[in-house]
């Protein structure tokens, strides 16, 4: 008795916190998208037959679906680098991924308006080589958004691959390789599936992520390439419709916690580590 | 971990790194330069874009509320989560299991719409100044970090000094402060660390919450880069990313930089 009194006690600071300032506002928000005077859907129906805001909220999956595919693949091969470097080179390498990690997405996705601005080094090594018709304009188109997005996320699918690849035991590994396994083959059929489940941690951090992101959109999408972050700051804070930026947040939440569930139920069954 | 890596994946691993930090080298270039507009490489060395800074009284405001926001809102997330990971711990059977999920609701619900949230029912629904609702929005993006690293410190410890200490005198409070915070130093230091990062470099929250008068650096850095192509946003950034060797150099210093890749 006395035992669940402190435990409550000393945990409701920040219980309370959660409550009033997390749960009840975004409740409060997703109860708004209901309440419409023409009818409890009448907003979703709003915004699913909006041509514009279909297009935004597809825009919005495809960025967030290649990126989390190149990260994947681009973080798992740097990954597997990392883990198998020698001792010293291994956690430069470390530090190497986490610096980029650590410096804003603000700072992050500037840089790339200095790399693909019109006055920026790519244009400037374009027209340097002759191609016809440098220097080009790419930026606000998705190819740059898709570009920084990826940018910003693999060193986050680094950073979480490595600890599960330095994970496998050494021991299966040998054994595999004793008993005449190649290395492709104990690439394939070790490293691969055992390695799994991190992808999955992996692929959800990123997915909703760039899902949700705001910056890197905002500054290299402009609004050509409106997403589903910058089309709720546009609605709540430039046309201040705040049912329709309510609208844009359920959906944000219903996607990014539908995608979590999802594939935290698949990595529990994909384990073959799990007992 | 004996397998030798072929040349190619070598390879492929030293252009993704060239990938990672080119842009960012880029950024230091484009600060140093002379001109009036971004450009790299620079044209002609000059530090005058890092004195525009300080001249800039939006920037020197900006710099000073987001430092004062990323301590303010880190002690407070401390101050309550420590207390909250210590129950977790330490209670552990006689709290229900959904207490340590919401303590990660922060982060499984995007920020974008917290920040909008925040905005409309604790800013103009209750009425709270600019700086207030900042606090409290920065403290619940910030405490997941304070409440799962400490948990994890205190996972290790050993309850039983705990229960030695009082069973010879020492009271709750003074046990607390003497024997358990000692050994989970690491733990608050690290939290600290990645709380103070978060709440400097956030975005999605501010961005709906800052006010006339009241701005955050990211959100000041995202309104000027609109308006101007000029390289003052550069040094910022230059600054931000000393501001990230000087914490990495404290990290490696307290607790061992492999610490982060965990």
């Not at chain 1, 909220?57 to 798992?76: D, K, M, N, S, Y």
């Not at chain 1, 606000?140 to 570009?147: A, E, L, P």
């Not at chain 2, 920065?138 to 970090?145: A, E, F, M, Q, S």
């Not at chain 2, 003052?232 to 404290?250: E, I, P, Q, R």
């Amino acid at each position: 008795m006395l035992k669940r009194f402190a435990g409550w006690s000393l945990s409701s600071p920040a219980t309370l916190l959660v409550v009033i300032c997390l749960v009840v506002p975004v409740a409060a928000t997703m109860a708004a998208t209901f309440a419409s005077d023409a009818g409890p859907l009448a907003l979703y129906q709003a915004f699913f037959e909006s041509g514009f805001r279909r297009r935004v909220l597809w825009r919005t999956l495809e960025v967030a679906v290649v990126t989390t595919v190149v990260a994947v693949i681009v973080g798992f091969f740097t990954a597997y680098v990392v883990s198998r470097a020698p001792g010293r080179w291994r956690s430069i390498l470390i530090i190497l991924a986490v610096f980029p990690l650590l410096t804003g997405v603000v700072v992050r996705s500037f840089a790339w308006l200095i790399v693909l601005g019109r006055n920026g080094i790519a244009n400037n090594l374009f027209v340097w080589l002759g191609w016809e018709g440098a220097p080009y304009s790419m930026l606000y188109t998705q190819g740059s958004v898709v570009i920084a997005m990826i940018y910003l996320f693999v060193p986050l699918m680094v950073l979480t691959l490595v600890g599960v690849l330095e994970n496998i035991p050494d021991d299966v590994i040998e054994a595999a390789a004793s008993l005449g396994a190649s290395d492709s083959a104990i690439f394939r059929q070790i490293i691969f599936p055992l390695a799994v489940p991190g992808i999955i941690v992996g692929a959800v951090l990123v997915f909703t992520g760039s899902f949700t992101s705001y910056a890197t959109p905002q500054l290299l999408g402009g609004d050509q390439q409106m997403m589903m972050g910058t089309l709720l700051h546009q609605r709540a804070m430039v046309a201040f419709d705040w049912d329709g930026a309510a609208t844009v947040s359920a959906i944000m939440v219903v996607v990014t916690i539908s995608i979590v569930l999802a594939m935290t139920r698949i990595a529990r069954r994909l384990n073959p580590m799990a007992t | 971990m004996t397998q030798r890596l072929s040349p190619a994946l070598i390879a492929f691993a030293v252009l993704v790194y060239l990938f990672l930090l080119g842009p960012l080298v880029i950024v230091i270039g484009a600060a140093l330069s002379d001109t009036t507009f971004l450009t790299f490489p620079p044209q002609g060395l000059s530090l005058r874009w890092f004195e525009k800074i300080f001249e800039m009284s939006a920037f020197r405001r900006t710099i000073v509320t987001s430092l004062q926001l990323a301590f303010a809102s880190t002690l407070l997330a401390l101050v309550i989560g420590i207390p909250a990971a210590y129950a977790l711990n330490r209670f552990r059977i006689t709290l229900p299991s959904w207490l340590s999920t919401l303590f990660v609701l922060p982060v499984l619900v995007p920020e974008i719409v917290l920040g909008f949230s925040l905005l409309r029912s604790i800013q103009v629904g209750a009425g709270l100044p600019v700086l207030w609702t900042l606090l409290l929005g920065h403290t619940l993006i910030v405490l997941p970090y304070c409440v799962r690293v400490v948990s994890a410190s205190l996972a290790s410890f050993d309850f039983t000094i705990e229960e030695a200490a009082i069973s010879l005198g020492c009271s709750p409070v003074k046990t607390f402060f003497t024997v358990v915070l000692p050994n989970v130093q690491s733990g608050v230091i690290a939290a600290f660390i990645l709380a103070f990062i978060t709440s400097i470099n956030d975005v999605s929250v501010s961005l709906f919450l800052t006010g006339p008068g009241v701005s955050t650096l990211p959100i000041q850095i995202l309104a000027h880069v609109e308006q101007f192509f000029d390289p003052v946003v550069a040094s910022v950034s230059v600054l931000l990313m000393f501001l990230t060797v000087a914490v990495m150099v404290v990290v490696e210093r307290t607790l061992g930089l492999t610490f982060l890749a965990k």
